[in-house]
């Protein structure tokens, strides 16, 4: 049955977001395409951002999940044990813990980003018996209270309608030039008289998305694991959409040679794009009594499925090396496109599969994001005053794929711009 917008205009409320931006009916996925009910084709270069990082429908993960659905295997099970579960940590365990020496307790808190988040700030504070935590600027964790009191965007703080407290913000990494941020911090730390409190946690993302692409250094994530450990404080790493390949190893963090005290996953930790999240939990720190934190959902066990069946594209490193090839070619594409287009005015961002261009011009990146759709692209923008347009191509993509998209976004960024630089 054919609809229009209008139900969506007349029925849904004024907070919908991305329908705005994409206005067409989607009626069917697969891998890295999407059609709409006039069965017009578009390549996904925004993988729900950043929760399909295997594409759409999975035929393997799909077989998987319906063999499941058809044999009545459990669907809701709070945190009851089941075989779906049992298999899912079994294989996380070999197949990602234990080849990166990572010795994690895994907390399930229920299905979303912003439940990982809520159980990891609560969880710190639990074991420090401290109140503050130090979030990062620009830095993105989740829409409700204790998840946004850490996020830096003041629309979305505004939403809170209360004051967000026991949050002290520092400087992300070249979030100032010629400054290092973590002196900057340290000071703050050493200082009785900053007015910072020895916090119970440090929360970030390696590369920031909703903040608009900032990769943080190797080196800085490092010194910052050096201060945490120094100061008892614990480290959080939010890897709700940078973990899980995203950034080119299954963990964001894997490159910096650093170990959190707790790492925060979803997104595409399902493989399918089932809500599911984990916190994952040191041992020693592992401290909530039975029941203290928990969530009706936090047994999906549809997606315990999908999940497993997800980590064989991990069992080797073929997929990780291929994302790694196909990352170099989409930096050397943004890379082309910031000289070949001086207009822009613009700056390659990111890391992996998670990376854009800012462009100093206002509103150029939304109206870029815009022509591309029109085009036959999704793609969408960040950073807080949605500067960066940015490329989140699932994983698993061709080259094909790729090309294609290529030329719908250098199509999009000719039409706004004047002619290219040729020599």
């Known amino acids: ?148 009191s850490v996020t830096g965007n003041s629309m979305k703080r505004k939403g809170a309608g209360i004051p967000l407290q026991n949050v002290v913000t520092m400087p992300y990494d070249n979030y100032v030039d010629d400054q290092d941020s973590l002196d ?14 020895i916090p119970a946690a440090m929360i970030l993302e390696t590369v920031q998305g909703e903040g608009g692409i900032n990769a943080a250094s190797f080196e800085w994530l490092k010194k ?51 809500p599911f999240a984990v916190t994952l939990v040191r041992p020693e720190i592992d401290k909530f009594q039975p029941g203290e934190h928990n969530g009706t959902f936090r047994g999906n066990n549809h997606a315990f499925v999908t999940a497993t069946s997800a980590l064989s594209y991990w069992e080797n490193d073929d997929f990780e090396k291929d994302v790694k090839v196909k990352s170099e070619k989409i930096y050397t594409f943004l890379e082309k496109m910031v000289k070949k287009y001086p207009e822009l005015k613009g700056e390659v961002r990111g890391r992996g599969f998670m990376v854009g261009i800012a462009s100093e011009v206002e509103g150029l990146s939304n109206k870029i994001a815009a022509n591309a759709f029109e085009l036959g692209l999704i793609m969408e923008t960040s950073g807080p005053k949605d500067e960066v347009f940015k490329l989140f191509p699932p994983l698993t993509i061709d080259e094909e794929g790729l090309n294609k998209g290529f030329a719908i976004i250098e199509e999009s960024i000719k039409a706004q711009v004047k002619e290219p630089v040729t020599n």
């Not at 900057?184 to 409190?197: P, W």
């Open 224 to 274: 910052l694991e050096g201060i945490c450990k120094r100061w008892g404080i614990l480290l959080i790493v939010d890897d709700v959409q940078a973990g899980v390949g995203r950034t080119g190893t299954f963990f964001s963090f894997e490159p910096a040679g650093i170990k959190p005290d707790i790492v925060c996953l979803s997104k595409s930790l399902s493989g399918y794009g089932l």
């Open 1 to 148: 049955m054919s609809q229009n917008m209008d139900i969506f205009n007349n029925m849904e409320s004024e907070v919908r977001s991305y329908v705005r931006s994409f206005p067409t009916i989607f009626t069917k996925a697969k891998g890295y395409k999407m059609w709409d009910e006039s069965g017009k084709e578009y390549i996904d270069f925004f993988a729900g951002a950043g929760a399909l990082n295997y594409g759409h429908n999975d035929s393997v993960m799909q077989k998987k999940l319906v063999e499941y659905i058809t044999s009545d295997g459990i669907t809701h099970s709070l945190d009851m044990a089941s075989t779906a579960k049992a298999e899912f940590l079994n294989r996380f365990n070999e197949v990602i813990l234990k080849p990166r020496d990572l010795n994690y307790k895994v907390m399930f808190p229920g299905p979303t980003g912003t439940n990982t988040v809520e159980s990891a700030l609560k969880l710190a504070r639990k074991v420090t018996g401290r109140t503050d935590i130090i979030s990062f600027t620009n830095g993105f964790h989740g829409m409700t209270i204790g998840s946004l």
């Open 184 to 197: 900057y911090l340290e000071r703050f730390l050493e200082d009785s008289g900053s007015g910072v409190a």
